[in-house]
C-alpha cells in the first residue's frame, strides 16, 4: 500500500481513484480486494476503514524508516567522522571554481555554463544553489585537485563510466568495463618477451 502514494492522504486518493475508474486492487499480504463495485453503505465504511488503516500504517512504517535511517546516520557520523560523507562530488575543484567564476557573470545561463565545464546542469544548479556545501563536498571526499568528473563519472564507484565528448557536448556514456574490454580487443598489449 505505501508505493501507491508518500502519505495517507495520497495513498487514500490513488485507491479511490482507481475505484472509480473500475480498477479492482487486491493485495498479496491479506489477499484483501478492494473495488468500486459495492453499493451496500456498510460495505463501503468497512472498505474505506480498511483502506485508511492500511495507508496509516504504511505511513506510520514509513516515517519510522526514516527516523531509523536518520538515527544511524547520526550514530555513525558520531562515531567515525568519514563513516557517512554523503554523496561524492561528480565534479573537480578546477570545475567548481570555474562555475563560481561563471556564475558571478551575469550574462552566462546555466546551460552554457555546463557546457564550458562539462558537468550536467543539474550538477551546476546544485552548485549555484550550496557554494558552500558543494566545496565542503570537495573537501570532505579529499577530492582537492583530482580529475575526476570530466572524462570519468564516478558517481557509483562501482561501476563507472566514460563520457565521450566533442566540443564540450556529451556525446554517449558508457561503462568503463565495457570500454576497457573493446580497447583491449582493438589494441592488445603487446607480448612481453620471454628473457
Not at 98 to 104: N, T
Request: aromatic fraction near 6%; charge should be positive; proline fraction near 4%.
Amino acid at each position: 500500500m505505501d508505493r501507491l502514494g508518500r502519505n495517507y492522504e495520497d495513498v487514500c486518493d490513488t485507491i479511490r481513484e482507481f475505484m472509480r475508474r473500475g480498477i479492482v486492487i487486491r493485495t498479496v499480504i491479506n489477499n484483501l480486494t478492494f473495488d468500486g463495485a459495492t453499493k451496500d453503505p456498510i460495505q463501503q465504511a468497512v472498505r474505506d476503514a480498511l483502506i485508511a488503516f492500511m495507508a496509516a500504517t504504511a505511513q506510520a512504517q514509513a516515517e519510522a524508516t526514516k527516523a531509523a535511517q536518520r538515527a544511524g546516520i547520526e550514530h555513525a557520523k558520531q562515531n567515525d567522522h568519514r563513516a557517512y560523507l554523503g554523496r561524492k562530488p561528480s565534479y573537480t575543484r578546477d570545475q567548481f571554481d570555474k562555475v563560481r567564476a561563471l556564475l558571478g557573470q551575469q550574462a552566462v545561463d546555466i546551460a552554457q555554463i555546463a557546457m564550458e565545464t562539462g558537468l550536467t546542469r543539474q550538477t551546476v544548479y546544485r552548485i549555484k544553489d550550496d557554494l558552500a556545501g558543494a566545496e565542503a563536498a570537495l573537501v570532505v571526499w579529499g577530492c582537492e585537485g583530482t580529475a575526476f568528473g570530466r572524462d570519468v563519472d564516478v558517481h557509483a564507484t562501482i561501476n563507472p563510466t566514460v563520457r565521450l565528448m566533442q566540443n564540450g557536448t556529451k556525446l554517449k556514456q558508457y561503462p568503463l568495463a565495457l570500454l576497457e574490454r573493446s580497447l583491449i580487443r582493438r589494441f592488445p598489449p603487446p607480448a612481453l618477451s620471454a628473457g
